[in-house]
């Protein structure tokens, strides 16, 4: 059972334009969310974090928004590049100070030059 | 430059053949994980340590175990591969428990024949 969902496999975007990632979660007890990048034949790598207490953080080109009562959060890149082209993966760790992230499946990312 | 280790990066096993990966940190992390990530499907955490702790996750199959010898090292081991568990597992570390970035490994994919 997912508890974190992309619904979109795919996005395609042209260069400059926003790039918008949708991520929704099941759980109410999860209290922090993360959004890992994966390029071919390498590991994910940490892009950007927010905390269940915020509605926005925000690192350069790249914002995290979360909406906790509809269970959503979106990952926005602006502008896009073509470098940004790759996987993003959603996920969420659970109050408590678990350790386990619980990630989405993924939205591939191309950016158009 | 600090990273996460994964070798080999492929490995092919037979049927019932046991296997076993390593992964090495030299982030000095107390926390190491193996998660397995088959075709277009989320990561699924199989396991973690903190330090020597050792904590399974309740729906891993009893066909995977883990050793962790040291700070820098973890290994997974598959006693009677089948092949569905032919996969990506990727191995990630954190400094800490909770709300911390996990720094992930290239994985190795797992072929079983």
């Known amino acids: 059972d997912q508890q974190v969902k992309q619904n979109s496999p795919s996005l395609s975007v042209q260069e400059g334009r926003i790039s918008i990632l949708n991520c929704d979660y099941t759980n109410s007890m999860f209290d922090y969310f993360l959004w890992y990048k994966k390029y071919p034949a390498e590991g994910p790598t940490f892009l950007i974090s927010i905390s269940s207490i915020k509605d926005k953080n925000e690192d350069g080109r790249f914002t995290v928004f979360l909406n906790k009562s509809a269970k959503h959060l979106s990952l926005h890149i602006v502008p896009s590049q073509p470098g940004d082209s790759a996987v993003y993966f959603c996920?969420?760790?659970?109050?408590?100070?678990?350790?386990?992230?619980?990630f989405g499946k993924g939205t591939k990312l191309t950016v158009n030059p | 430059d600090a990273m996460v280790i994964q070798n080999p990066r492929y490995q092919v096993t037979q049927f019932g053949k046991p296997v076993t990966l390593s992964c090495s940190q030299t982030?000095?992390?107390?926390?190491m994980y193996w998660y397995q990530q088959k075709s277009s499907q989320a990561p699924k955490l199989l396991f973690h340590?903190?330090?020597?702790?050792?904590?399974n996750e309740a729906d891993t199959p009893d066909n995977f175990q883990s050793r962790r010898p040291n700070t820098s090292f973890c290994f997974l081991d598959i006693r009677s591969p089948g092949l569905g568990d032919a996969a990506m597992y990727l191995c990630?570390?954190?400094?800490?428990?909770?709300?911390?970035?996990?720094?992930f490994g290239p994985g190795t994919r797992l072929t079983v024949l």
């Open positions: 340590y903190y330090d020597k702790d050792f904590n």
């Open positions: 996920a969420a760790i659970l109050q408590g100070g678990s350790e386990k992230l619980v």
């Open positions: 982030l000095n992390h107390n926390v």
């Open positions: 990630a570390t954190s400094r800490t428990s909770g709300s911390s970035e996990q720094f």
